[in-house]
């Protein structure tokens, strides 16, 4: 499996931004796919995962929205009322077989893309 990930990019606190995953080498339907992001001096965080049904880190409920198009094998996730400290490289990641109680830790993903800089200025 292969990801690419795309759409970050430099944005004022309050605004948007929608992150594409686009998937290649497996259907996204039979695999999990998750957003992770890693901030400067920060350890990689768990942000939001799709499996049977989208799982969220708290600090991005209500705010951020996971979403998959299986004809394009892609996975978006789409951010709203974005805050300075959601700065950070965002990767998503993918597996087969992860469990529902896994589904935040790194060590269940299998395949990782390069990330993709969010940058959100106050």
């Known amino acids: 499996v292969q990801l690419q990930a795309s759409g970050g990019g430099l944005v004022q606190a309050g605004g948007s931004l929608r992150l594409s995953c686009a998937a290649s080498?497996?259907?996204?339907?039979?695999?999990?796919v998750g957003w992770f992001r890693q901030a400067p001096g920060k350890e990689r965080e768990f942000v939001a995962a799709f499996k049977s049904n989208p799982s969220y880190a708290d600090s991005v409920k209500g705010r951020f929205t996971i979403s998959r198009d299986s004809a394009k094998n892609t996975v978006y996730l789409q951010m709203n009322s974005l805050k300075p400290e959601d700065t950070a490289v965002y990767y998503c990641?993918?597996?087969?077989?992860?469990?529902?109680?896994?589904?935040?830790?790194?060590?269940?993903?299998?395949?990782w893309g390069p990330g993709t800089q969010v940058t959100v200025s106050s």
């Open positions: 080498g497996r259907a996204i339907s039979r695999i999990v």
């Open positions: 990641a993918a597996g087969a077989g992860i469990i529902l109680s896994s589904l935040r830790q790194e060590s269940a993903y299998t395949y």
